[in-house]
């Protein structure tokens, strides 16, 4: 009896040492950028998220049609409604989100620094001031952003531009755009070349809730996790 049940932990033993190294190559040199905080047929590096699981820079993240998927990242929150595609980015003193397809949302409490990256420039809170809002795709070509909370600034190169809270802006760039995550190493270099820096099309269009109306859902738990105990 005692014997077997030596060999049955020697067994686990092994198979936990087995494994250890494929781990560590996966996530070798890489910070934990966010955790799991929602999902409904959501996955995190094309595996079914559980809840808690941590998010490395680069792993992919994406919904099948009709899912969720809400991720912390510290006090801002990223979200991604069904078939949408999205992924962390170590920017060593900040994380930056990317929103590579469907409908991308976020809620940045502002000092943190927290970003979101698109093919069009990237997308961050005027100010540094709290603000939420969301990407959508409607094209390949063409976004929708949206400011729910607060303005939101798109920078493009040297140029900056406002979406004031509430509104939504339309938005047309060029389809060259290397919009793919960077290697965890890049964020410790010195110098990092901007990824943007072409004309953009850029029309404020209208509400943002009549915009996104998934962000009633996105609206709801960021409030929850930031209320009180």
């Not at 198979?15 to 929602?38: C, D, E, F, K």
């Not at 990242?73 to 900040?94: C, H, I, R």
């Not at 990092?192 to 962000?215: D, N, R, T």
């Amino acid at each position: 009896m005692r014997f077997g049940f030596r060999i049955g932990c020697l067994s686990l033993c092994l198979a936990l040492m087995s494994q250890a190294p494929a781990s560590a190559r996966v996530h070798g040199g890489r910070r934990v950028l966010g955790v799991v905080a929602q999902t409904d047929r959501g996955h995190l590096d094309s595996a079914l998220a559980q809840m808690g699981a941590n998010v490395y820079s680069c792993d992919k993240l994406d919904t099948e049609d009709g899912g969720v998927l809400r991720v912390k990242v510290g006090s801002s929150q990223l979200f991604l409604a069904g078939s949408s595609l999205a992924a962390l980015e170590d920017e060593g003193s900040a994380v930056q989100a990317l929103a590579m397809g469907g409908t991308v949302g976020f809620a940045s409490e502002g000092p943190d620094g927290f970003s979101m990256r698109t093919p069009a420039g990237v997308i961050r809170a005027t100010n540094g001031q709290p603000a939420s809002g969301e990407v959508t795709y409607k094209g390949p070509h063409e976004l929708l952003i949206s400011a729910m909370r607060g303005a939101l600034t798109l920078e493009t190169g040297s140029e900056f531009r406002t979406i004031p809270e509430g509104k939504s802006a339309d938005v047309t760039f060029e389809g060259n755009v290397d919009n793919g995550c960077r290697e965890a190493a890049a964020a410790d270099q010195q110098t990092v070349k901007p990824y943007v820096q072409h004309k953009i099309g850029f029309y404020i269009v209208m509400g943002a809730a009549a915009a996104v109306p998934p962000y009633l859902l996105w609206r709801e738990f960021a409030e929850s996790d930031s209320k009180p105990n």
